[in-house]
């Protein structure tokens, strides 16, 4: 092998040991929904439970799949002071005279991995840092200055969401959780995005293709 064409090949194997991975994705929460929506990659879609006759438990909704140390059913939310996100159904417990969940883990399962997915929570009383949104990337509680909904009644709504901010379908399922059981609450309005994933060559793949340019047109000129 001549000198010229064992550099060339010496530099496009260093490109190939050495070319970085992609980098890692990071999981990014919100307590606003809009700046939730505006983070997230993808088209959106919200489970808002008003299509499902009220007294009916819940399990699986399109492709996702609810599931908590109790049982769930859909309220109607007549004669509810409350008020919900989305009138006029929300998600309670079925095991109590009063719908509201306590200190149960709330498990949202997705069928197709979500580049952001979050889930609105109703409770009275001031706002508590102890809810938490987790995934297997990241969490999101809470937090002093989070967005407040004001909702007819005694109660507030809040809102916890979790984004892969490199558009990455990454997100196979969130659990919502208040470990305490000073806030009992209710949920509604489940919001997820899934990104179509778009192939963006890296830097190194266009430098492979610039040594092997050179090669060939080394080879040709000789």
Not at 54 to 62: A, L, P, Q, R, Y
Not at 144 to 170: Q, R
């Amino acid at each position: 092998m001549k000198p010229a064409t064992l550099f060339w090949t010496f530099l496009l194997f260093s490109f190939i040991v050495m070319e970085h991975p992609n980098a890692s994705a990071a999981i990014v929460g919100y307590t606003d929904y809009a700046s939730f929506q505006s983070a997230a990659f993808g088209s959106e879609s919200v489970i808002d439970f008003d299509s499902i006759p009220g007294g009916n438990s819940i399990n699986t909704i399109d492709d996702v799949t609810f599931s908590s140390g109790g049982s769930m059913s859909v309220y109607v939310t007549d004669g509810i002071t409350d008020g919900t996100i989305s009138p006029d159904n929300f998600i309670g417990n079925a095991n109590f005279a009063f719908p509201e969940f306590e200190n149960e883990v709330i498990t949202m399962s997705f069928g197709t991995g979500r580049s952001a997915a979050g889930i609105f929570v109703v409770y009275e009383g001031s706002l508590s840092t102890s809810f938490s949104l987790t995934s297997a990337g990241g969490s999101q509680s809470l937090e002093a200055t989070s967005t407040v909904i004001d909702l007819p009644g005694p109660a507030n709504g809040y809102f916890l969401g979790l984004v892969d901010n490199t558009g990455a379908n990454s997100i196979n399922s969130v659990s919502l959780q208040n470990p305490t059981s000073n806030r009992p609450y209710y949920f509604d309005s489940q919001t997820s995005f899934i990104a179509i994933p778009v192939a963006i060559p890296e830097p190194g793949s266009f430098a492979m293709l610039a040594l092997v340019g050179s090669i060939v047109g080394c080879r040709r000129r000789r």
